[in-house]
Nanobody, 128 residues
Framework: QVQLAESGGGQVQSGGSLRLSCVVSGYHFQTYCMAWYRQVPGKEREGVATLSSDGRTVLAPSVRGRFTISRDNAADTLYLQMDSLKPEDTAMYYC??????????????????????WGQGTQVTVSS
């Protein structure tokens, strides 16, 4: 059974940094597309970043230059380093995984329906 567990969220002031982690267990496929999404109440889930098993990464325009997505394969952990945080980054952050590397699109992030497995989320709150 595939499970994803996010951690690292919290409250930080504008301009601060956080690093989110997502530990993956029970996943036995050789290929993958992994992603971070975020959601605020009353709005659709928004793609933040993706990383594929063939090395492609995509960041949403709103976070480029501030966020970095990476993975530690030995630890089966996906990270999202978030720097220069803004109040508009406040949201619940979710990680997701799919077994097809092609689920990571080349130029933008696909809809949440692309992904088959999700974590429970970790809350990020940025105060001004």
């Amino acid at each position: 059974q595939v499970q994803l567990a996010e951690s690292g969220g919290g409250q930080v002031q504008s301009g601060g940094s956080l690093r989110l982690s997502c530990v993956v267990s029970g996943y036995h496929f050789q290929t993958y597309c992994m992603a971070w999404y975020r959601q605020v109440p009353g709005k659709e889930r928004e793609g933040v970043a993706t990383l594929s098993s063939d090395g492609r990464t995509v960041l949403a325009p709103s976070v480029r230059g501030r966020f970095t997505i990476s993975r530690d394969n030995a630890a089966d952990t996906l990270y999202l380093q978030m720097d220069s945080l803004k109040p508009e980054d406040t949201a619940m952050y979710y990680c997701a995984i799919d077994s097809y590397a092609e689920s990571c699109w080349d130029l933008r992030i696909g809809p949440p329906s692309v992904f088959g497995y999700w974590g429970q989320g970790t809350q990020v709150t940025v105060s001004s």
